[in-house]
Every structure is written in structure tokens, then in C-alpha cells.
């Protein structure tokens, strides 16, 4: 039985971990607080990865999480895996003389002596493992044993908590037909980069970007095969932009990228780039009878100019869009059917550039 005053530390440790909100902050609470709560010298939480069907190494505390394998198969003979499998605690008197433990493992088996891993049981079943460990020989009681347990199923809670929070505020911030940031988070990001620009003097430079004849398509292919239209765009422009630019669907068939520490010359190869892109796609068996291109508007902004970027790169689309001949979906297909290959060696071919090595 737990005495009193562990059911107290329990308890009063069961805030704190609760109360974190990010995944990141429940784990350090976790592991930080373990160490001190359960007079163990280092220890380590492990989650399952059900699409991988591994056990990821999410945090250590008080060993180097270098010195371990990043990943486990839950189908493997590993005791962490043998823990989730069964949702039963395993013991280890003296990690030298386990066969399962991990190869990579070899400089825990010369710090540390003793383990004990319980699984991390949440209502939706076992999520993962957490693993304690002592550089002294240590044969974990029965009462040891349940409260790691019951530290577990506290941090476990947490994490599925934390893992809700974080779902729902991503799901807050994206759009559910392209998956692209939406509007509320880019004026929460656009704000962020201004404050960075003026910080540091570097430039930014904004994309705005329209597709064209989308309302024509809706009203003559449908409205699914407009929302094709616009996850195609979305695609065709995260994939030639850099991981650090910001894609936004805009509203509607407007679409925003925000290119930080770009200046106009670096912007103007990823305007090309798109537009070579979009040709590809048209060359394509794509979407039948669709032909997409987009009206683009390119700002860059230092620091003296940040406060009216988007409404400048927005007025350059729009006059770019209302310079074009107006010509009907079908007719716009037909004209651009007749294209050869030779369009996509001419201008904005532009995959070069220092800029697209980091794509």
C-alpha cells in the first residue's frame, strides 16, 4: 500500500503536470518531476507512433537521449515493446545482463544499473511506455512499482489532454479543404513577421495569388471539382516554396505565401517557379478539362514599408487580374491544348537560384 505522503506527493504533482497545455510541456513536467518524486536517477517516455507501429523517444531526463535509438518496433523483443504489448511493468535488476535491451544502449548499460518501465495507460488503452532508471543496483518494491504507476497514468492523462488541445488549436489555424494555415493564422504570423523585420532589418516579401476562372468552373463542372482546383493549387504552390514560407489559403480562391528574408529578386524566382509548375500541370493528366493559373501580385517590404504589404501585393493581383481577356474555362483549355513542350524551357524555368536548394 502507498503510504500517505506518497498519495500527497502524487497529488500535489498531479496539477502541475495537468495543468501544462502543451505536449511538450506535459512531458518535461513529467520527467523532471519524476526523478524527484520517485528517487530515481534518470528516466524516459516513450509514445506510440500507431502509423509506424514504433515507440518514439519523446523525452529524457538525466541520461542523453543521443545515446539512444530514437525508435523501437513494438513488434520487437525490447522491454519497453514488451511493456506495451502486455500493459504490464517490467523490472530489470541489472540492464548488463538483459539480452533485449537495446545495442544502441551500450553507454546506459555502463551509467546506469537497475530499469523499470510501466506502461503509459490513457482511457483510449496503453500510448506508450515510461521507463525509470538507477545507477545503483535496485530491485523496485511492489509499493515503488505502483507508484511509478500511478505517476504513469497521471502523465499519461496529460499527454492526451495536451494531444487534444494541440489538435484542436491546429485545427483552428488550417483549412480542412486544402490543409494550407488560414486566415486567422496569418494575420497572428503576419504580425510576428513585422516585429521580426523591423528587429532585424531583413526583408519580406509577399505572394498574392488568385485562380483563375474558379467561379466559371463551379458553376460548369461542379463545386467538387472546384475544391479539386483549389487542393491542387495548394499543392502545387507548398511544394515550391521553402519549408520557413507560410502558405495561407486566403479565402475563398485567393491564396497568400509569405516569404521571409526574401528580397524581390529571390521572390520573383519563386513566382516563376510557380508558374513553371502550373504548366507542368496543365501538360498533365490532371483534372479533365480544367486549365489552372493563377493571377499573382509580388510585394517586398523592409522595415519603413511592412504596414501596407498585403494591401499592395493584393492591388498588383488584381490589376494583373483585370487585365486579362476574358475567355470561358472551356475556351481557355482549348487555346492552351495546343502548347508544346518548348513552353517549358523559355522563361521561368527558374528551378535554379540559391533559394531552391532549401525547398
Not at 486566415?183 to 523585420?197: A, D, G, P, T
Not at 493581383?317 to 517549358?344: F, T
Amino acid at each position: 500500500m502507498l503510504r500517505s505522503r506518497d498519495l500527497s506527493s502524487l497529488l500535489g504533482i498531479a496539477q502541475g503536470i495537468v495543468s501544462a497545455m502543451s505536449l511538450q510541456q506535459v512531458l518535461e513536467e513529467i520527467g523532471e518531476t519524476a526523478n524527484r518524486i520517485l528517487n530515481i536517477d534518470a528516466n524516459t517516455i516513450r509514445l506510440w507512433d500507431r502509423a509506424r507501429d514504433t515507440l518514439v523517444l519523446k523525452f529524457a531526463c538525466g541520461t542523453d537521449a543521443e545515446n539512444r535509438p530514437r525508435e523501437l518496433a513494438v513488434g520487437a523483443d525490447s522491454v519497453a515493446a514488451r511493456v506495451l504489448r502486455t500493459g504490464k511493468p517490467i523490472a530489470v535488476l541489472d540492464i548488463a545482463e538483459e539480452a533485449s535491451y537495446p545495442s544502441k544502449g551500450v553507454v546506459e548499460r555502463e551509467s546506469m544499473t537497475s530499469l523499470l518501465t510501466v506502461p503509459l495507460k490513457a482511457e483510449g488503452g496503453v500510448i506508450g511506455v515510461f521507463s525509470v532508471y538507477s545507477i545503483e543496483k535496485r530491485s523496485f518494491s511492489e509499493e515503488e512499482v505502483e507508484m511509478a504507476g500511478l505517476f504513469a497514468s497521471l502523465g499519461a492523462i496529460a499527454i492526451e489532454r495536451a494531444r487534444l488541445f494541440e489538435e484542436v488549436e491546429r485545427l483552428s489555424v488550417t483549412d480542412p479543404l486544402t490543409g494550407l494555415f488560414n486566415r486567422r493564422y496569418f494575420n497572428h504570423i503576419m504580425e510576428q513577421e513585422k516585429q521580426r523585420v523591423k528587429r532585424y532589418h531583413k526583408p519580406l516579401s509577399l505572394l498574392f495569388a488568385d485562380v483563375d476562372g474558379l467561379k466559371a468552373y463551379n458553376d460548369r463542372l461542379g463545386h467538387l471539382v472546384g475544391d479539386e482546383i483549389l487542393k491542387e493549387v495548394a499543392k502545387i504552390l507548398r511544394s515550391n516554396v521553402r519549408a520557413a514560407d507560410v502558405v495561407v489559403r486566403y479565402g475563398g480562391d485567393e491564396f497568400v505565401v509569405l516569404l521571409p528574408e526574401t528580397d524581390q529578386e529571390e521572390a520573383q524566382l519563386v513566382t516563376e517557379r510557380i508558374e513553371r509548375a502550373l504548366r507542368i500541370w496543365n501538360m498533365s493528366p490532371n483534372i479533365q478539362d480544367v486549365w489552372l493559373s493563377l493571377s499573382m501580385g509580388l510585394k517586398t517590404a523592409d522595415a519603413d514599408h511592412m504596414e501596407t504589404i498585403v494591401e499592395e501585393a493584393d492591388g498588383e493581383m488584381y490589376s494583373k487580374k483585370i487585365c486579362m481577356p476574358k475567355r470561358s474555362p472551356a475556351e481557355s483549355s482549348e487555346q492552351n491544348k495546343g502548347l508544346s513542350e518548348n513552353s517549358l524551357s523559355g522563361n521561368g524555368g527558374g528551378g535554379g537560384g540559391g533559394r531552391s536548394q532549401n525547398i
